[in-house]
């Protein structure tokens, strides 16, 4: 009877052991495949308005190859015919449900359009830096940024050539503001 009583506890036991180290495999692939998951890379996909979006209104892509670090491009369209923009962004605390980021991108940065006056219209090409916040709601999430464009001297001179010009007005802004919403 003694016999009988050792080998049902130690099979007891042996199964409880067995199933904890089981349970505790199967947890931790788990937790391991949920950060194979997290570090996955990401495309996002959204429309808004900005210069980062290209323009008045466009359209941006960004691909995350690691959890703080962006790649994107936009398209747009901003009183002339098409703007782009491509660049970087740096999240500050990705996994938190309101993120603040960094941008530095080149492309379309500033357009003079004069209606019904064609030959002053011109288009800036350049850096712009800028910051955003990302306030994620679900599965999707609102940006909000502004963005400072650099410039360049032709383009300036351009402009200050104009605003001499007493027939036209002066609409522009130094400091851009932008709006998106992902998908």
């Known amino acids: 009877m003694k016999y009988c009583i050792k080998i049902v506890v130690c099979t007891v036991l042996f199964f409880s052991f067995a199933g904890n180290f089981a349970f505790s495999q199967s947890d931790e692939q788990e937790v391991v495949e949920k950060q194979k998951k997290a570090d996955d890379p990401k495309i996002y996909f959204g429309v808004g308005m900005g210069l980062d979006y290209g323009g008045l209104i466009g359209i941006k892509v960004e691909y995350l190859p690691i959890k703080h670090l962006g790649i994107f491009g936009g398209v747009g369209i901003n009183l002339m015919p098409m703007g782009w923009n491509a660049g970087l962004t740096f999240k500050i605390l990705p996994d938190k449900r309101v993120s603040p980021n960094l941008m530095a991108f080149y492309g379309y940065n500033g357009v003079v359009k004069i209606i019904n006056a064609s030959q002053y ?63």
């Open 121 to 183: 219209d011109m288009t800036s090409y350049g850096v712009s830096f800028g910051v955003n916040v990302d306030v994620k709601i679900r599965r999707s999430k609102l940006s909000f940024g502004i963005c400072l464009p650099i410039r360049s001297s032709k383009f300036q001179a351009h402009y200050s050539e104009l605003l001499s010009n007493p027939n036209i007005e002066n609409y522009a802004k130094i400091i851009t503001c932008g709006l998106g919403y992902w998908l």
